[in-house]
């Protein structure tokens, strides 16, 4: 499962799995489990920008905070993305 950062965000491990490159760029964040359980999922637009599709535990101050953090570095993300999938922004 690789994650995009090997440390955590704002308590979160960012990450996607095998099963996620079918669909288009996203990400993951889940505290220690690393499992879809709890996690929540951003999809990220070719701006950087995010849609939640599921929030799992993260408070609202917490998506946020990793939104935030996202629009900064999906460049960098997306770099990672697409070493293993050949989908790309949400929405296009």
């Given at each position: 499962?690789?994650?995009?950062?090997?440390?955590?965000?704002?308590g979160?491990?960012?990450?996607?799995t095998?099963?996620?490159?079918?669909?288009?760029?996203h990400?993951?964040?889940?505290?220690?489990?690393?499992s879809?359980g709890?996690?929540?999922?951003?999809?990220?637009?070719?701006d950087g920008?995010?849609?939640?599709?599921?929030?799992?535990?993260?408070?609202?101050i917490?998506i946020?905070?990793?939104?935030?953090?996202?629009?900064?570095?999906y460049?960098?993300m997306?770099?990672?993305w697409?070493?293993?999938?050949?989908?790309?922004?949400?929405?296009?």
């Amino acid at each position: 499962m690789p994650k995009y950062y090997p440390y955590k965000v704002y308590g979160y491990y960012l990450y996607y799995t095998s099963f996620c490159i079918i669909e288009c760029m996203h990400v993951h964040a889940s505290d220690s489990k690393l499992s879809e359980g709890g996690s929540a999922k951003f999809f990220v637009r070719g701006d950087g920008s995010t849609e939640v599709q599921k929030r799992g535990v993260l408070t609202d101050i917490e998506i946020r905070k990793i939104q935030r953090f996202i629009k900064e570095h999906y460049l960098e993300m997306y770099e990672m993305w697409k070493t293993d999938s050949d989908n790309g922004f949400y929405g296009e």
